[in-house]
């Protein structure tokens, strides 16, 4: 890990060396991970993936919902967030390394993991679609399904709300009932 650090702090421009740390932070990555012998990060999320939400038997047929108890952040990120992660990364560090100096980066955010909207930088996650074509059709499908049944986890959320809400109306409805009325 300090190799990887000491080479982020001489970085330049040199484009060789910038993929090669980036190469570098990867492989780090995949090893935090424990997915031992992959050096990309996108490899390294398919696989456990894989590991996990595998079919145990070839003439099973995959559950949809198994996905639903899913946490992605179990996952490394994306080579694409992990490479705006490393632009920050990288442009903090070179405020950091020349903080002397009076102008301490000869960088600009917006080049380097941020984007300016409203006057305020944002952190900028990643290039590309969010989610790969074919999941996205899959999850909207999943949704098309769910939402032609008639009631919904939401529908039936809400109908809870109300047997909630009659509840605490017949309870206050006691606050205006006047004990005076009998005499």
């Given amino acids: ?33 424990n997915v031992s012998g992959i050096i990309d990060v996108d490899a390294a999320r398919l696989q456990l993936f894989l590991n996990n939400y595998t079919v145990s038997d070839i003439n099973e047929e995959f559950n949809p919902k198994n996905l639903k ?28 390394n020349n903080a002397n100096e009076k102008r301490p980066s000869t960088f600009t955010p917006e080049n380097n993991g941020w984007t300016f909207e409203d006057n305020q930088y944002h ?33 039936e959320d809400d109908d809870l709300s109300g047997q909630y809400r009659d509840v605490l109306n017949d309870e206050n409805s006691n606050d205006y009932y006047d004990d005076d009325e009998d005499g």
Avoid at 4 to 25: A, C, E, G, P, R
């Fill in 123 to 155: 952190f900028y996650w990643f290039d590309g679609d969010q989610l790969p074509g074919l999941v996205s059709e899959s999850l909207q499908e999943s949704e098309d399904a769910t939402s032609n049944n008639n009631i919904t986890s939401d529908d």
């Fill in 69 to 96: 108890n899913f946490d992605a952040s179990n996952l490394p990120p994306c080579k694409t967030e992990l490479f705006q992660q490393f632009l920050r990364a990288n442009y903090i560090t070179s405020i950091w």
């Fill in 1 to 33: 890990m300090l190799r990887h650090m000491h080479n982020l702090k001489n970085y330049d421009s040199n484009v060789w060396l910038y993929t090669d740390i980036f190469n570098q932070i990867q492989k780090f990555i995949c090893e935090i991970y």
